[in-house]
């Protein structure tokens, strides 16, 4: 291949990880606003499944549910991971926290949670690279909790750092499914599909025999933004385009491009809801970025070989 065509290549890659990146990061902004004006936790993730698990279910269909390789159990972790319980405890927690919170802490938690998972089921060692990168998300993670913590104003504290907490469990959930569609070799998609469609056929009914009537009272627009961007872009679109990005650019460049998620809802957050992060703020988003960077597999600076380079997810 050319130097020229090599170039372009990357650069479209680039532009894969990033759209990717940009649909993961207004996933908090566009809950966020959602929670504080029509609509609740629980009318999210039924849009996000109700749409995602019909559209997704000839994945299932066709690929089958894989109880021979996750079980049950298995499956169970698939579905809390990032289908209704993750969508339920993330988006309630953007009820009281802000979207840059959630931004760094969701996914930016995600992979502290992976390690320690793998440490606990399987034994595994993180090296010095990646524990250096865990150990900067913790340090983030601190910042941004315990800071706000001392504010003056005791009520919004209290509130955040009760969203902080949902964060954190939404990051554990998702870091489990990561596990478990990791050991379990099963590619991103049909590991989401199972998801969307288990939440489908168990919420879904949940769902429409308590809160149901709840949709009719919501603007048409409202719910159509949502049902696309929660069903569609989030679930489905994000998954195509980061997968490109990993073909074109390897699985360590596509997963770095994680690492622009916390500041990048931070940036979004500005605009569409008004949200400033302090300077403070900004110390702790900054360092979880660095930390999934690092942890993610990104590549070194100058293409410096990494301590760190055999197959992970």
């Not at 890659?13 to 966020?32: D, H, M």
């Not at 750092?161 to 990051?171: E, K, N, Q, S, Y």
Request: aromatic share 8%; with cysteine; net charge positive.
């Amino acid at each position: 291949m050319q130097p020229a065509q090599a170039k372009h290549l990357q650069l479209k890659g680039a532009a894969y990880g990033l759209a990717a990146a940009s649909i993961w990061a207004g996933w908090s902004v566009v809950t966020r606003l959602a929670v504080t004006t029509n609509l609740d936790a629980w009318d999210i993730a039924a849009l996000r499944f109700g749409v995602a698990g019909l559209l997704l279910a000839p994945v299932v269909a066709r690929r089958g549910l894989a109880r021979d390789r996750l079980g049950w159990l298995g499956l169970g972790v698939l579905t809390a991971g990032v289908g209704a319980p993750y969508a339920l405890v993330a988006a309630t927690g953007l009820r009281f926290a802000p979207a840059y919170d959630g931004g760094a802490l969701n996914p930016g938690c995600m992979p502290l949670f992976v390690a320690l998972i793998a440490a606990i089921v399987v034994g595994e060692k993180p090296s010095v690279t990646r524990m250096l990168g865990l150990s900067l998300i913790l340090v983030g993670a601190v910042t941004i909790m315990g800071w706000h913590a001392e504010g003056r104003d005791a009520a919004w504290s209290t509130s955040r750092l009760f969203g902080d907490l949902l964060f954190l469990i939404a990051a554990f959930l998702t870091a489990g499914f990561t596990f478990v569609m990791k050991h379990a070799r099963l590619d991103p998609l049909h590991a989401t599909a199972l998801a969307a469609t288990g939440s489908l056929l168990i919420y879904l009914p949940i769902y429409f025999a308590f809160h149901g009537v709840r949709l009719a009272r919501v603007p048409l627009a409202d719910l159509a933004i949502q049902a696309l961007f929660q069903g569609v872009a989030v679930s489905i679109i994000s998954l195509v385009l980061y997968g490109r990005a990993v073909v074109i650019l390897g699985a360590s460049g596509g997963a770095a491009f994680g690492a622009l998620v916390p500041a990048l809802a931070a940036l979004l957050a500005i605009p569409l809801l008004g949200e400033w992060p302090s300077e403070t703020d900004w110390v702790g988003v900054g360092l979880v970025s660095s930390g999934v960077y690092l942890a993610s597999g990104g590549p070194l600076p100058k293409g410096k070989p990494r301590d760190d380079c055999q197959p992970r997810r």
